[in-house]
Antibody, heavy 127, light 108 residues
C-alpha cells in the first residue's frame, strides 16, 4: 500500500522560500505508471493544484503559480519536493502531496486523478 | 481554465436521506470528472472517477452520473460517516487541474 508523507517547516517568513518534501513508501516514484502532485488548501477554503512531476522528471505547473514554483524528484530517496518562492500570507495553507493514479473504466484509462494522498502539512507564512 | 461550480454549497440532511450534489463545468469535459470526500482535518478521499466509476472500496450508496458540462454525485441513503465536504475535479484540460469550490454536507 503506497503511503505519502509531507515534511518541512511549518512557519515561513514573508518573501522567503517555502520548501516541502514528500516521502513515498510502498511504491517507487520512478515507476512510469504514476505521476506525483502537490495540492494546497487554505483554511476553510477549497483545493488548489500546484503542479506535478512525472517519472521522467518532466513537470507541469499551475499557470497562476508557475513563476514561483519548482517541483523536483530524488529517486534515490524516493522523494519529491516543492519549492515556492517569494511567499506571502496568501500562501498559508495545508499542503498535500498526492499520487496521480492511472485508473481504468472499461477500456479507457484515466490519469490526473488523485488516488493516494499524504496527511497534509500546515505551512503558515508570517513574520 | 475550466471552472467548476458546485451546488449547493451547503446542504443539511438527515441519516437515511437521499442527497444529490451537482457540478457544472464552464466547458464540456466529456466524462473527465472525479469526486472526492473530505472530512475535517483529513486529506480528500477519491470516491468516483470517469464521472460514474466507483473507486475500489467505496460503498455502493455513492454514485455519479453526467457528461459534458453537468454532473451529479448521489448518496442513496446517508450514513453518519458521510457527513463531510465533497469536491468535484476536472481532468479534461490541464494545466491546471481544477476543483469545484466544495459542498459541505451537515447533519440536520
Amino acid at each position: 500500500q503506497v503511503q505519502l508523507q509531507e515534511s518541512g517547516p511549518g512557519l515561513v517568513k514573508p518573501s522567503q522560500t517555502l520548501s516541502l518534501t514528500c516521502t513515498v513508501s510502498g511504491g517507487s516514484i520512478n515507476s512510469g505508471s504514476y505521476h506525483w502532485s502537490w495540492i494546497r488548501q487554505p483554511a476553510g477554503k477549497g483545493l488548489e493544484w500546484i503542479g506535478r512531476i512525472y517519472s521522467t522528471g518532466r513537470t507541469y505547473y499551475n499557470p497562476s503559480l508557475k513563476s514561483r514554483v519548482t517541483i523536483s524528484g530524488d529517486t534515490s530517496k524516493n522523494q519529491f519536493s516543492l519549492k515556492l518562492t517569494s511567499v506571502t500570507a496568501a500562501d498559508t495553507a495545508v499542503y498535500y502531496c498526492a499520487r496521480d493514479g492511472i485508473l481504468c473504466s472499461g477500456t479507457t484509462c484515466y490519469t490526473d486523478t488523485f488516488d493516494r494522498w499524504g496527511q497534509g502539512t500546515l505551512v503558515t507564512v508570517s513574520s | 481554465d475550466i471552472q467548476l461550480t458546485q451546488s449547493p454549497s451547503f446542504l443539511s440532511a438527515s441519516v437515511g436521506d437521499r442527497v444529490t450534489i451537482t457540478c457544472r463545468a464552464s466547458q464540456a469535459i466529456t466524462n473527465f470528472l472525479a469526486w472526492y470526500q473530505q472530512k475535517p482535518g483529513r486529506a480528500p478521499k477519491l470516491l468516483i472517477f470517469a464521472a460514474s466509476t466507483l473507486q475500489s472500496g467505496v460503498p455502493s450508496r455513492f454514485s455519479g452520473s453526467g457528461s459534458g458540462t453537468e454532473f451529479t454525485l448521489t448518496i442513496s441513503s446517508l450514513q453518519p460517516e458521510d457527513f463531510a465536504t465533497y469536491y468535484c475535479q476536472q481532468l479534461n484540460s490541464y494545466p491546471p487541474v481544477t476543483f469545484g469550490q466544495g459542498t459541505r454536507l451537515e447533519i440536520k
